[in-house]
């Protein structure tokens, strides 16, 4: 199976600490390179005895690497983090397959809360850099399938809550100005958001809270790498 490919946003230097921090396993991964050849003999080896030394030492480093005791790349940091992030939350276990009919879903249903990522002193959003990761195929579909079966409860009430509250006359005519219906457009807009009922300030509330229960894959990444440059 192929690797799982994420790309999160992340704060630039978060990114650039991470940077540093493979940096360090990737010197000790060459360390335990050096000596393991070194132990081998590899230098004096020829032919055959030679290949099989490298293919020892290769198979070696990658039982290593999958243990989390060599993490030479930033796959192989996040992964490791990642795993213990799992664990932590619970999220370590053999989750059912996502229905068919979300299987394709992606990002975080139904918006954040305002205050869910943080932002600059400017009042710019903070993650502006990306983050690409590749983890082992069975890491990430753990991933894929726990954000989707720890969401589903609040999911499931974000979609009533919606049913019950809609979009909010302040989205229609925001909806309405992007797609720059003209002066006709923006008419029937202004009625359907007259028309639309407001949510209360408790059912607001409720919803942020519902949302902020609601954990995707870059929330469990961006919490694996502050975790690996701590």
Not at 78 to 93: F, Q, S, W
Not at 180 to 187: D, I, S, V, Y
Request: proline share 6%; glycine share 6%.
């Amino acid at each position: 199976m192929q690797a799982k490919q994420f790309v999160v946003a992340v704060e630039p230097e978060k990114l650039t600490r991470l940077d540093s921090v493979v940096k360090r396993h990737r010197d000790a991964e060459d360390e335990w390179l050096k000596q393991a050849r070194k132990a081998a003999r590899l230098s004096s080896l020829r032919g055959p005895d030679a290949s099989v030394a490298r293919q020892h030492i290769r198979l070696r480093r990658a039982e290593l690497r999958e243990h989390g005791e060599l993490r030479g790349t930033r796959d192989l940091v996040i992964a490791h983090e990642l795993r213990a992030v799992l664990r932590a939350r619970k999220m370590d276990e053999n989750w059912n397959a996502i229905p068919p009919k979300d299987s394709g879903a992606v990002g975080r249903p139904f918006g954040a809360s305002a205050d869910r990522y943080p932002r600059t002193d400017e009042d710019q959003p903070a993650l502006s850099a990306r983050m690409p990761v590749r983890l082992p195929p069975e890491l990430g579909e753990q991933v894929v399938r726990g954000c989707y079966w720890t969401s589903a409860p609040a999911v499931q009430a974000l979609k009533a809550w919606q049913r019950r509250w809609g979009d909010g006359p302040v989205v229609i005519l925001k909806e309405a100005q992007r797609q720059h219906t003209g002066a006709l457009g923006m008419g029937l807009a202004t009625i359907l958001a007259g028309m639309a009922p407001r949510a209360t300030r408790e059912a607001l509330e409720e919803r942020i809270a519902l949302q902020d229960q609601v954990i995707t894959s870059g929330d469990l990444i961006r919490e694996a790498l502050d975790r690996a440059i701590h």
